[in-house]
């Protein structure tokens, strides 16, 4: 069993506000999951009955649209919970989580997490802000649909996958998601995004390596996804 007072979720998550006595507990209650790449967390529509945190790996929430597609809400990496605000309202999950690449999570029961909210204000508060910070987050990205190009949306999302998980020893970036998955992000069809990567690929912003991509001109990438 990992030893939950130094795993990585209690030190950037709401759990860090439990005491020693809550984290014994909570070491006893959670299961450890591995999950593999392409594999579910939890589907959209599901009753998850607790929360999960991601010890490991990269996970991707999202939803399924009118026309079938799966479109990325956000990508999840260690340190995150998932499920909370479903768990808090009582619903059903609202987006699906699926591992990206190979995970390691653990899942706590509902039963607990209400135990810590009964008992350890400063744990409710943070979730609380947690998933605030989570609804402000979508709302900046239905913004952004609105008020940036496609063309600045892509690099800002590059800049993103950069900026949050790296990238490999070849400079490519860490996390390699689909043309789809990327067109999914960025709000565009699958075909739009792959012929503004090969826009970027001739204006020498970025160098595609297969389905890999290396991000040759960050400057230049900041400066597109900021103009006005």
Excluded at 209 to 225: F, H, M, P, Y
């Amino acid at each position: 069993m990992n030893k939950c007072d130094q795993c990585i979720v209690r030190q950037l998550s709401s759990l860090k506000a439990l005491n020693k006595e809550e984290v014994i507990k909570l070491a006893n209650s959670k299961t450890t999951h591995k999950i593999k790449k392409g594999e579910a967390i939890f589907e959209e529509g599901e009753i998850t009955n607790g929360v999960f945190c991601v010890k490991d790996g990269v996970g991707k929430l999202s939803k399924l649209s009118a026309n079938g597609k799966d479109q990325i809400i956000k990508l999840v990496k260690s340190g995150e919970l998932l499920g909370q605000r479903s768990m808090i309202s009582n619903e059903p999950a609202n987006l699906s989580a699926k591992a990206i690449a190979d995970m390691e999570v653990c899942f706590i029961p509902k039963s607990e997490i209400i135990n810590f909210f009964n008992n350890n204000n400063q744990f409710s508060l943070n979730m609380m802000q947690s998933v605030c910070e989570d609804l402000k987050e979508s709302e900046n990205d239905k913004i952004a649909l609105v008020q940036k190009t496609v063309k600045q949306r892509l690099a800002e999302t590059l800049l993103y996958l950069h900026d949050a998980f790296g990238e490999d020893e070849d400079k490519t970036l860490k996390v390699q998601l689909t043309r789809e998955e990327l067109a999914g992000m960025i709000g565009t069809a699958t075909e739009s995004c792959i012929r503004l990567l090969s826009d970027f690929n001739k204006l020498e912003l970025i160098e595609l390596a297969g389905k890999k991509i290396v991000l040759k001109n960050v400057k230049a990438l900041k400066k597109l996804a900021e103009q006005l």
